[in-house]
């Protein structure tokens, strides 16, 4: 992907990066109505973001531009293998032990990650647990929740290892003359936390109540506000589909559909190019890795880990996908544990960069979200795959998280 950087003060204007031509272009992107007045021949999507600028007077946009063939754009099945670079088993355990620091007696509390999941309500209880527990496991030092006050009590007896926040609300609890103040309380609440947190997970269990909805909405906006990396999953990517902008162009984004929730992604992130990938909305095995590709960019550059029988993951620039270990039980609970372990894999990836840790860190991509989302897909399989060797058709999502340490263990173990 290549960013280039335009500003609408006093005029606009497209540094040159590459050949162009001068011609009029629409910008692509469904949620931004800017015209570029310059085209890349080579690449044949534009995608205008806004983003926020510390220059005064000045209103700076992002335009990437991802790079693709016409063969490409039209879904054609060869092209489609070509685009993805399917891991192998090597290169998947590379990948978590560049990413995975390693156990220290000079590192104090916290250090390894500190995790939080903003979900939980009165019908699921267990989503949010699964999450905050599995991040535990895979290495984390501490796992918050922030729920309702229905659900705190449940979660907080499940594990006496997780801190429990009961600071959501939904709409049967409060008056309505009540809900500026209530939601006040809650973003205040979660402010005096969030910038303690190296990754939120938001979406497990928390159901769909409107006002539920609208705080989470607000408190993704802080997290954006704050540089804290988001892992998107369940119930946040209903709110996320329906309000694509709250995550569009935030490269520390990482969504987690499964294929239905994928399939309503494209039907609202890409109905106005409906011919980006051969005329069609849904998904084709064939034409999986373009279509995922020209989404993760449409929406900015963020990070999607699109759940199936291979894992694909892209951030519009490359495409990954992850087809080792797995399981053929479909016990509900693995998109949590997956979005659990995403989020520690990420928050170390970023740790790694910031430090300069190991240059190896980046063979695969410079994008420490993709390797963070690499890692999580690997380590859920694989536990997933001993959990059914050894429990077969009885498999449970607790079975999978008792075993996240061996699986761990057998990739990285402790020196």
Excluded at 43 to 66: D, E, M, N
Aim: charged share 20%.
């Amino acid at each position: 992907m290549i960013l280039c950087r335009i500003a609408s003060f006093p005029k606009f204007f497209l540094k040159d990066v590459c050949s162009s031509e001068k011609s009029a272009v629409k910008c692509s992107y469904s949620l931004c109505n800017h015209t570029i007045t310059r085209h890349c021949k080579r690449y044949q999507i534009l995608h205008c973001i806004p983003y926020s600028s510390t220059i005064p007077g000045r209103q700076r946009l992002i335009i990437s531009c991802v790079q693709q063939t016409p063969a490409s754009i039209q879904g054609k099945s060869s092209e489609s293998k070509s685009l993805m670079e399917n891991l192998s088993q090597v290169d998947a355990y590379q990948i978590i032990n560049a990413v995975t620091p390693p156990l220290d007696q000079g590192r104090h509390k916290g250090q390894a990650g500190k995790i939080a999941v903003i979900g939980g309500c009165r019908e699921y209880t267990g989503a949010p647990y699964f999450a905050a527990i599995s991040a535990l496991k895979i290495g984390a030092d501490l796992s918050h929740v922030f729920c309702t006050q229905d659900a705190a009590t449940v979660i907080k007896s499940y594990s006496p290892e997780l801190i429990v926040h009961p600071v959501l609300e939904e709409s049967y609890n409060i008056k309505f003359d009540e809900k500026e103040s209530v939601r006040k309380k809650v973003l205040e609440d979660v402010k005096k936390w969030i910038e303690r947190f190296d990754c939120l997970v938001v979406g497990p269990g928390l159901g769909r109540d409107p006002f539920l909805l609208e705080c989470v909405a607000e408190i993704i906006q802080l997290a954006r506000q704050r540089n804290t990396p988001i892992v998107i999953d369940g119930d946040g990517l209903f709110l996320v589909t329906n309000n694509p902008e709250l995550v569009a162009g935030y490269p520390l984004a990482i969504l987690t559909p499964n294929v239905n929730e994928h399939k309503r992604l494209v039907q609202k992130v890409m109905e106005q190019n409906l011919n980006l990938v051969g005329g069609k909305q849904e998904i084709d095995e064939n034409d999986a890795p373009q279509q995922l590709q020209i989404l993760a960019g449409r929406m900015g550059g963020l990070t999607i880990l699109q759940k199936g029988k291979v894992d694909l993951i892209s951030d519009g620039n490359a495409v990954y996908g992850v087809s080792m270990f797995g399981s053929p039980r479909r016990c509900g609970g693995q998109g949590d544990i997956l979005s659990g372990s995403v989020a520690v894999f990420s928050s170390w990836a970023r740790q790694g960069a910031a430090s300069n840790k190991d240059d190896t860190l980046f063979r695969f991509s410079s994008n420490p979200v993709i390797l963070g989302a690499i890692a999580g897909s690997v380590l859920m399989r694989k536990a997933a795959s001993l959990a059914f060797e050894q429990h077969k058709r009885s498999t449970v999502t607790t079975n999978i998280i008792e075993v996240l340490g061996n699986s761990m263990e057998d990739i990285c173990p402790v020196r």
